[in-house]
RNA sequence: GUGGUUGUAGCUCAGCUGGUUAGAGCGCUUGAUUGUGGUUCAGGAGGUCGCCGGUUCGAAACCGGUCUUCCACCCCA
């Protein structure tokens, strides 16, 4: 045998099961984006370099997939980059293109390239993959899937009360329940730096911040100390550190500390409007949670906040995240766009599930029902029900080869086909078919109409 | 990018301090069963031990490199 074929490092095939259950959850968040006026678009898997590099951060900018260009790529490199294997200065001398790292950043590209022929506000949704040069482990790929949902050209927070709704209503119709949507808003973010006058360390401090549940208060307060916060300044943070209670309790403290900071002040308004809304909102299978020390991508969030956790005892990443950027579309030359968007993580969504066992038992790969093949005269018989039973939309085969009925059982039974159908001299005889439970393994011996209104 | 971990039959894994011809269970296949699958019984097929190199009389085992798996960090969906 020639050597054993494999695919790529954070790859993976999908069985026919599983390309159908990740269709399954696709399919319902398509149900719901388009319920809340989200239209689809699509976009190229590779962009231009310049458009997608600067926007993730140094971070992002490593793990994109670059291209290598085509033809004599080498021939314009300078030889003395060459030599010094500077990827710094080379890179962009041999690849011009990378593979898309978010929905997000291709999005905004694409609304100031289409800006004469968009009305604002626009809604748009985007199921696709990304790629990200990362280190696989759980729950992280380095190909996978986003569905996105965006709107752009509106600065209204009903905006964002709507899309925590498209989160419930998602996870709600999927029957993951007990998700939880993590909100917090990098007004509030800034608020805090500033308040400890720390304005300058912003991303520095919200980092540290973000781990707080993981590495608790001495760690955090660590960390805050060796980039340069100093120690009245933490001083201060004790009340964010201790934060306790509900949203509505959370908020009142945030409030109340963050009284002299303008901006922290206009992040608590949001934060209680929006709070205010969801009164006459609720969800429905997942639960709102202010979490201070959310952080996210600070590359060019500046609004609200999301991150979806799993739920409890699941072990497992975030499975959805978005927030406010007020000015990506001004990277591309066009300003004073806002936007606002959600991601669902499907490939999570889909490990989360399979590990609580929500799939329903409809969403299977084959068939209905199997005719079984008796012999050239039996199966001529049953190839004509069988068109009959498709036209009536029922999902059927029919075995192709004379082979046993062990053989013809034992595929119907690997392949989850839950009745066979026999045809046979008897059949033929009487002009009825038999009809074969293969879960309670009972017959009966039926006319086809009967048969098929059952389906 | 940093640190650790894994790789032996289609799958899950044994394989001693290096020593003849490489093991199990499941699966596959054939038959017991010429109109009946999931149970049982009997037979059979299937592996250059991830790949490349090194040490050795001798390597699945030891060493180096490389690819891959899983995990933590970083970052994130």
Redesign the pocket.
Known sequence: ?A??P?I???TRDFSPLEVQRRNYIMSTIKKYFEQYGFMPIETPSFENSDTLLGKY?E??DRLIFKVLNNGAYLSKVKPEDLAEQDEKSLTPQISDRALRY?LTVPFARYVVQHQNEITFPFKRYQMQNVW?A????????RE?T?CDADVVGSTSLYQEIELIKLYDTVFTALNLTGCTIKINNRKILAGIAEMIGAEDKLIDFT?ALD?LD?IGIEKVKEEMLSKGINAVALEKLHPVFTLEGDYAQKLATMQDLLKESAIGMKGVEELTFIHENMQQLPLTGTNLDLDITLA???NYYTGCIFE?AAPAGV?M?????GGRYDDLTGIFGLKDVSGVGI?F?L??IYLVMEELGLFPDSVRAGVDVLFLNFGMQESRVALGELFRFRESGIKAELYPDEA????Q??YA??NDIPFVI?I????IKTGKL?L?D??T?K?ETLDAETIIARF
């Open positions: 045998m050597q054993k494999s790529p490092q954070g951060g971070e992002g978010d990200r990362d280190r696989p482990q759980k729950g992280r790929f996978f986003q980092v781990k993981k996210r991508g600070l979806v072990s990443g975030s499975v959805g995240g991601s993580g490939d999570r046993k009925m062990k053989k059982m034992t039974d690997r026999l046979g001299e008897d059949e038999t074969k293969m879960k393994g017959q």
